[in-house]
């Protein structure tokens, strides 16, 4: 195990390295470049933007500046944001608590909510509710987030006027059901893809397992059906689940970036494609990093979680 764990972390670390060089080298190459906003304004003088240029560091060659980024950040230094000089690291924590509580409602809904279409399907395999769950699933999964945001705003918000439209909370309220009924909306629509994924790799991990000998035999021996399915079947179809845990997590990170847009949800998602369109690089490093470490650490958490759920599996 703990040879694996190293053999694991060593993978890791290549691939953050991977991730931040070519991330670096993407953003610093293509066209605008993070002096782009300042020469809009009338009032800039080209001495100016020469002294931004040397103040940012900007002048010297990109190996020299990716170099220098690489240094500060492992010491624990983000740098400094474009837009306002702010650090990087305090500008990306305060849109993190609204992030994680879109994604884990979303998630404790995804999981809930697709396990039990997923059980219920390859029970009823080839029934009504199979079918129409079939047929769900792969209309949730062939159109876009934004587009199902966009219709919950309507139906919900404008013609029912049930849930607000967009935002954390109401100005001058921030109260925990206030939260809540901001959060309803954007976290239904962050879940839906997630609920399809969770509903179909579940059927198909319990129609797998009900095929097992294992099944037949636990039947023959006169175990009530529902016994065989609870203590049997959906205790071994959980299993891939808990990888499949972990490699969601690129998924709900895209998804809030979009779902955040639509609902002006101030995570950061919606930080992202600011700063994007400021070219604020430190930020969109900064996010990048943060997100590539979340998903390695998802994936690893889960390939750990799996060996333990499973004595079967020895990783040498």
Not at 8 to 24: E, H, K, P
Not at 92 to 104: D, K, N, V, Y
Not at 267 to 295: C, H, K, N, Q, T
Request: proline share 5%; hydrophobic share 50%.
């Amino acid at each position: 195990m703990g040879r694996y764990l190293l053999q694991r972390l060593g993978q890791c670390l290549l691939l953050l390295a991977l991730v931040s060089m070519i991330g670096f080298a993407i953003l610093h190459l293509a066209p605008g470049g993070p002096l782009s906003q300042f020469a809009l304004s009338s009032q800039m003088s080209q001495e100016d933007l020469d002294r931004i240029t040397r103040q940012l560091g900007l002048d010297r060659p990109l190996p020299v500046q990716y170099l220098d980024w690489l240094w500060r950040m492992l010491r624990g230094d983000w740098g400094l944001s474009f837009r306002d000089g702010a650090p990087v690291s305090a500008v990306i924590g305060s849109h993190l608590r609204a992030t994680f509580e879109l994604m884990a409602v979303s998630t404790v809904i995804a999981i809930g909510l697709g396990c039990w279409i997923g059980i219920l399907g390859a029970i009823r395999r080839y029934s009504l509710f199979d079918t129409l769950a079939t047929i769900g699933a792969m209309v949730a999964l062939s159109i876009p987030t934004f587009w199902f945001g966009l219709i919950a705003i309507y139906l919900f918000s404008v013609q029912l006027g049930w849930l607000p439209a967009g935002n954390r909370q109401t100005i001058g309220d921030g109260s925990p059901l206030d939260l809540l009924h901001h959060l309803i909306a954007p976290a239904l629509v962050l879940a839906l893809v997630e609920t399809a994924i969770w509903a179909r790799f579940m059927r198909s991990a319990m129609l797998e397992v009900i095929g097992q000998d294992y099944i037949r035999t636990a039947r023959a021996k006169g175990l009530p059906e529902r016994q065989v399915l609870r203590g049997h079947a959906m205790r071994n179809a959980l299993l891939p689940m808990i990888t499949l845990a972990g490699l969601q997590f690129p998924t709900l990170l895209g998804g809030a970036l979009v779902t955040e847009s639509v609902f002006t949800w101030p995570g950061m998602g919606r930080l992202f494609l600011d700063s994007i369109e400021y070219r604020d690089y430190p930020v969109v490093m900064g996010i990048l990093m943060f997100s590539a470490v979340m998903v390695l650490l998802g994936s690893l958490l889960a390939d750990m979680l799996y060996a333990v759920a499973d004595p079967r599996i020895r990783m040498g």
